[in-house]
């Protein structure tokens, strides 16, 4: 995923600054820190990631805002503490550089139910999801984002080795290669079950947000 590639880039300069400062705050001040992630926006203040939400532990924040990688928007009420220096947990940061995200996503069982919002697209069912070549390899399909769709496991059974006509079979929506920029706004429309309240401000989800 991109957030987990920047980690690593974070992590790859200046290591001795980064590590020290995660060292600072370490052992018994991360003890109760866990549930305080970061949201993580690009440079122009957009999430990096929808689905999932692209999120950072306290100490990978903590991290690379000493390494001058982001600037802290918005943090808890929680803090840490050294014999030197007392912190609060950045819960909002940005990046100083835009990333630029991939044009296209991966061609990923998770992407494929993400971009067919996790249902089946022959029948709406949601229950026990599996994939379904539309023309079945046996006729020549390939494995590829047009020829490959969501189904549930019995519609998967019934449609057997045919394609949908010869089933009788309708696809709710035609398969596509979608861009990152569609699945992101597929992902919006499934927010996670924890978002902190100054997260809110920078996210646009397509369901209302529970108080």
């Known amino acids: 995923?991109?957030?987990?590639?920047?980690?690593?880039?974070?992590?790859?300069?200046?290591?001795?600054?980064?590590?020290?400062?995660?060292?600072?705050?370490?052992g018994r001040n991360s003890r109760h820190l866990d549930d305080c992630p970061a949201l993580v926006l690009n440079a122009d203040y957009t999430p990096l990631s929808y689905y999932p939400?692209?999120?950072?532990?306290?100490?990978?924040?903590?991290?690379?805002?000493?390494?001058?990688?982001?600037?802290?928007?918005?943090?808890?009420d929680q803090a840490v503490h050294?014999?030197?220096?007392?912190?609060?947990?950045?819960?909002?940061?940005?990046?100083?550089?835009?990333?630029?995200?991939?044009?296209?996503p991966a061609f990923t069982r998770f992407n494929l139910f993400l971009r067919d919002k996790f249902s089946c697209q022959?029948?709406?069912?949601?229950?026990?999801?599996?994939?379904?070549?539309?023309?079945?390899?046996?006729?020549?399909?390939?494995t590829t984002w047009e020829n490959v769709t969501t189904a549930c496991a019995p519609c998967n059974l019934k449609k057997g080795g045919r394609t949908p006509a010869q089933a009788h079979m309708h696809l709710f929506e035609e398969p596509i290669r979608p861009t990152t920029w569609q699945l992101q706004e597929r992902g919006r429309a499934f927010p996670p079950g924890h978002l902190h309240e100054s997260w809110r401000d920078w996210l646009y989800w397509d369901v209302e947000l529970e108080s």
């Not at 022959?122 to 390939?142: A, E, I, K, N, Q």
């Open 53 to 76: 939400l692209s999120l950072w532990p306290w100490q990978t924040a903590i991290k690379a805002v000493f390494l001058e990688r982001v600037d802290i928007i918005a943090t808890y």
């Open 122 to 142: 022959y029948c709406g069912s949601t229950d026990l999801l599996t994939f379904d070549h539309v023309v079945p390899r046996r006729l020549g399909g390939r």
């Open 82 to 104: 050294s014999p030197s220096l007392d912190m609060k947990i950045p819960s909002v940061i940005a990046l100083r550089q835009y990333v630029r995200p991939n044009e296209f």
């Open 1 to 26: 995923m991109l957030h987990k590639a920047l980690i690593e880039r974070a992590a790859a300069a200046r290591p001795h600054s980064g590590d020290a400062a995660a060292h600072l705050f370490s």
